[in-house]
């Protein structure tokens, strides 16, 4: 499966937006059988901790189903 | 300092906080927990820019679906779902000698535009069948699904009367308009009424909606516009089968299938007793012509 590294800028409900190291946001919805809850992704946007995010394409949406969350080493900030 | 001149119209925000019940200066009105709050779209005003669809795309973070196009004029969305919560319905008429003729009367005769979005309805159908509670009635009187608690059963989804709740087909779960219980709770108003430019859609108490909205109509007959009514008012088309009344309703110029609403809406749980005893006598009469025609074999 296809990952991202970025930080999550924003949270509602079960959708985020992933913003890469290159500065582009992406708009990810949590899988069902994702690990990782709604309730872990405010905390994450508030640390602002770096995180890769395993997903798959969404379907019918411009969009990704993030299906692994895992929080990095902070390198170099 | 070579900045261009306009530079001083747009000049950085000095608040350091959000301003307090900020929905006082946007929408007239203040926000406290206990009332009933809702929506008034006047179509009549509506011009289909779709700037409060894109707003509650921004505010929720919802994707855009439904790509490709939808071959229905300037509509793009096509419909309500899980990841478009306002949509902006674009219906070409044909009345007036022709859809495209030359003499066509005032007030948008040739086309009409309308910003559908949940009603939250008084005697919400959707919040009757959730078997789990995620579906629930906030202290603003708007009808919520709680994303958590949702387990994807999808019996909202016939339930509404009005084809407003879908289930995702990324997550699993039940998405509709939230009337931004969010901004709501922090003195705001919803996003798509703030954007809207016209005032098509505004946003306030329900009882003050409902007297501005009764004002507006006897307006616009006073203009010549006799076919404005209300839809989802008390007493009102919309607002039947139980419904009560819609905490978002709409001012029409036209029959309600028109805008694709049904004409009487109900509440599914209107039906579920009549089904029920359909059922059971069903049972019975299978049951006694299977004891007929056995007791009449052994005979």
Same mark, same amino acid.
């Given at each position: 499966?296809?990952?991202?590294?970025? $930080?999550?800028?924003?949270?509602?409900?079960?959708r985020?937006?992933? !913003?890469?190291? &290159? *500065? =582009?946001?992406?708009?990810?919805?949590l899988?069902?059988?994702?690990?990782?809850?709604?309730?872990?992704? $405010?905390?994450?946007?508030h640390?602002q901790?770096?995180?890769?995010? !395993?997903?798959? &394409? *969404? =379907?019918?949406?411009?969009?990704q189903?993030?299906?692994?969350?895992?929080?990095?080493?902070?390198?170099? $900030? | 300092?070579?900045?261009?001149?306009?530079?001083?119209?747009?000049?950085?925000?000095?608040?350091?906080?959000?301003?307090?019940?900020?929905?006082?200066?946007?929408?007239?009105?203040?926000?406290?927990?206990?009332?009933?709050?809702?929506?008034?779209?006047?179509?009549?005003?509506?011009?289909?820019?779709?700037?409060?669809?894109?707003?509650?795309?921004?505010?929720?973070n919802?994707?855009?679906?439904?790509?490709?196009?939808?071959?229905?004029?300037?509509?793009?969305t096509?419909?309500?779902?899980?990841?478009?919560?306002?949509?902006v319905?674009?219906?070409?008429?044909s009345?007036?000698?022709?859809?495209?003729?030359?003499?066509?009367?005032?007030?948008?005769?040739?086309?009409?535009?309308?910003?559908?979005?949940?009603?939250?309805c008084?005697?919400?159908?959707?919040?009757?069948?959730?078997p789990?509670?995620?579906i629930?009635?906030?202290?603003?009187?708007?009808?919520?699904?709680?994303?958590?608690?949702?387990?994807?059963?999808?019996?909202?989804?016939?339930a509404?009367?009005?084809?407003?709740?879908?289930?995702?087909?990324?997550?699993?779960?039940?998405?509709?308009?939230?009337l931004?219980?969010?901004?709501?709770?922090?003195?705001?108003?919803?996003?798509?009424?703030?954007?809207?430019?016209?005032?098509?859609?505004?946003?306030?108490?329900?009882?003050?909606?409902q007297?501005?909205?009764?004002?507006?109509?006897?307006?616009?007959?006073?203009?010549?516009?006799?076919?404005?009514?209300?839809?989802?008012?008390?007493?009102?088309?919309?607002?039947?089968?139980?419904?009560?009344?819609?905490?978002?309703?709409?001012?029409?110029?036209d029959?309600?299938?028109?805008?694709?609403?049904p004409?009487?809406?109900?509440?599914?749980?209107n039906?579920?007793?009549?089904?029920?005893?359909?059922?059971?006598?069903?049972?019975?009469?299978?049951?006694?012509?299977?004891?007929?025609?056995?007791?009449?074999?052994?005979?």
């Amino acid at each position: 499966m296809a990952t991202m590294d970025g $930080r999550i800028t924003l949270v509602q409900e079960s959708r985020f937006q992933l !913003t890469d190291e &290159a *500065g =582009v946001s992406h708009l990810f919805t949590l899988s069902p059988w994702c690990a990782a809850e709604p309730a872990q992704l $405010r905390p994450l946007a508030h640390s602002q901790a770096p995180v890769r995010v !395993t997903y798959k &394409a *969404g =379907v019918d949406v411009i969009g990704q189903v993030a299906q692994r969350i895992d929080v990095q080493a902070e390198a170099g $900030r | 300092m070579n900045d261009h001149p306009r530079i001083s119209d747009f000049s950085g925000s000095d608040l350091d906080r959000m301003i307090p019940d900020e929905s006082r200066f946007t929408a007239g009105v203040l926000i406290e927990p206990g009332k009933s709050y809702g929506f008034f779209t006047d179509t009549t005003v509506c011009i289909g820019c779709k700037a409060c669809e894109v707003a509650c795309k921004e505010w929720n973070n919802l994707p855009a679906d439904h790509i490709g196009l939808t071959g229905q004029s300037f509509d793009n969305t096509g419909e309500l779902s899980a990841n478009t919560w306002r949509h902006v319905a674009f219906v070409e008429k044909s009345g007036c000698g022709g859809v495209r003729d030359n003499s066509e009367a005032p007030y948008q005769s040739g086309w009409l535009m309308l910003s559908d979005v949940c009603k939250h309805c008084h005697n919400a159908p959707c919040l009757e069948a959730c078997p789990t509670g995620a579906i629930f009635r906030t202290e603003f009187d708007t009808v919520v699904v709680q994303q958590d608690i949702c387990n994807g059963c999808g019996y909202c989804v016939p339930a509404c009367p009005f084809g407003v709740v879908a289930v995702s087909e990324n997550d699993g779960k039940a998405h509709k308009c939230t009337l931004c219980y969010d901004r709501l709770k922090g003195g705001l108003e919803p996003a798509c009424s703030k954007a809207c430019p016209t005032d098509s859609i505004q946003f306030g108490e329900l009882s003050d909606l409902q007297a501005r909205a009764a004002v507006r109509v006897e307006q616009l007959h006073g203009q010549g516009v006799g076919s404005a009514y209300l839809y989802g008012t008390p007493g009102a088309p919309g607002a039947t089968g139980g419904l009560e009344h819609l905490n978002a309703f709409f001012l029409l110029t036209d029959r309600p299938e028109v805008y694709n609403f049904p004409v009487a809406p109900t509440r599914a749980s209107n039906r579920v007793a009549p089904s029920l005893l359909s059922g059971l006598l069903t049972v019975a009469a299978l049951a006694t012509a299977a004891s007929f025609i056995l007791s009449s074999r052994d005979r």
